[in-house]
Nanobody, 126 residues
Framework: QVQLVESGGGLVQAGGSLKLSCAAS????????MAWFRQAPGKEREFVAA???????TAYADSVKGRFTISRDNAKNMYLQMNSLKPEDTAVYYC????????????????????WGQGTQVTVSS
């Protein structure tokens, strides 16, 4: 069982920055990747970025490459630094966890992830 709590969302002007945080509460000793997804009103949930257990591997959606940076400072805390924000980045941002064993293979598919947080709203005004 993993509980995830996101924080750091808010309202920012286009071109501004925000840093999201995700804290995982778990007693598991299994390895897990962590990821950020987002969902805008009327749209499907979409992948944003992911990071492996040891933070050695990351993956990004094309729409955020060069603007967003995912990081992880230990097994349980993950961050998303968002720079040069655009109105189209407006969405609820979710933290997610996916257990894996062996080598890490990234997947952007929401259904592959095992646990989800409640989400934090990010609004970018033009």
């Amino acid at each position: 069982q993993v509980q995830l709590v996101e924080s750091g969302g808010g309202l920012v002007q286009a071109g501004g920055s925000l840093k999201l945080s995700c804290a995982a509460s778990t007693r598991t000793f299994s390895t897990y990747a962590m990821a950020w997804f987002r969902q805008a009103p009327g749209k499907e949930r979409e992948f944003v970025a992911a990071i492996s257990w040891g933070a050695s591997k990351t993956a990004y959606a094309d729409s955020v490459k060069g603007r967003f940076t995912i990081s992880r400072d230990n097994a349980k805390n993950m961050y998303l630094q968002m720079n040069s924000l655009k109105p189209e980045d407006t969405a609820v941002y979710y933290c997610a966890v996916r257990y894996y064993s062996g080598s890490y293979n990234h997947t952007p598919q929401p259904h592959e992830y095992d646990y989800w947080g409640q989400g934090t709203q990010v609004t970018v005004s033009s």
